[in-house]
Structure formats: C-alpha cells, structure tokens
C-alpha cells in the first residue's frame, strides 16, 4: 500500500538547522511531484514547498523562501526539506504528500499523505 513516512524533526533552538526527509513507498515515486505542507499550533495546513517530478520546478511559501530547500532523490524514492536559520514560528508537524499531476501549493491537489513529523522551534 502507498506509504509516506516523514523523519528529522525534533526539538532545535532558533537558527539552528534540519533536514527532513520522506520516504515513499507503493507507488511511482519518480510519477509523482511532491509538497511539504506544515500545521501549527491552532493554525490550519499551509503550503511550504513543492517540486516537480524531475526536480526541474520548485516552488516555495513567502514565509520560508531563502531559508528553507526542497530536493528528492528519485533513485531512493525520498523527498527532502532542508530547513536553515529555523525560526519559532516554523514550530509544527511537517507533512509531506504526492501528486500526479499539477503541482504547487493546493493541498486539496495531493492524493497521498503522511503521518507526520514535530519540528519545535525553541527562541
């Protein structure tokens, strides 16, 4: 069955760095753009980042652009979120999700998720 498991978050001080990862598994990675999304505190999900199936187009949210760097590896069926100079409103779980087609920032888009992984960001 489709798995999507997210792993690397923790507890960091501000301005530290952290790299998630995501390993997917049951379908066609290489098929598939992939999103991180993330869910804070009392707050709804929102888009942080997006990458094309071949890695060519990436998209970023305002609020992490120069700071945060989406990659995959498509030979290990894993997408990446390196997160540099963290900040505490990035306090939240991280999620990562597949698309077939389209790609970008529209959650609803996304056919497969995953469970989930807390980053908290200490001031």
């Known amino acids: 069955q489709v798995q999507l498991v997210e792993s690397g978050g923790g507890l960091v001080q501000a301005g530290a760095s952290l790299r998630l990862s995501c390993s997917a598994s049951g379908f066609t990675f290489s098929n598939y753009n992939m999103g991180w999304f993330r869910r804070a505190p009392g707050k709804g999900r929102e888009f942080v980042a997006a990458i094309t199936r071949n890695a060519v187009g990436k998209d970023y949210a305002e609020a992490v652009k120069g700071r945060f760097t989406i990659s995959r590896d498509n030979g290990k069926n894993t997408v990446y979120l390196q997160m540099a100079s963290v900040k505490p409103e990035d306090t939240g779980v991280y999620y990562c999700?597949?698309?077939?087609?389209?790609?970008?920032?529209?959650?609803?888009?996304?056919?497969?998720w995953g469970q989930g992984s807390q980053v908290t960001v200490s001031s």
């Open positions: 999700a597949a698309r077939e087609t389209g790609y970008g920032s529209n959650s609803a888009a996304y056919e497969y």
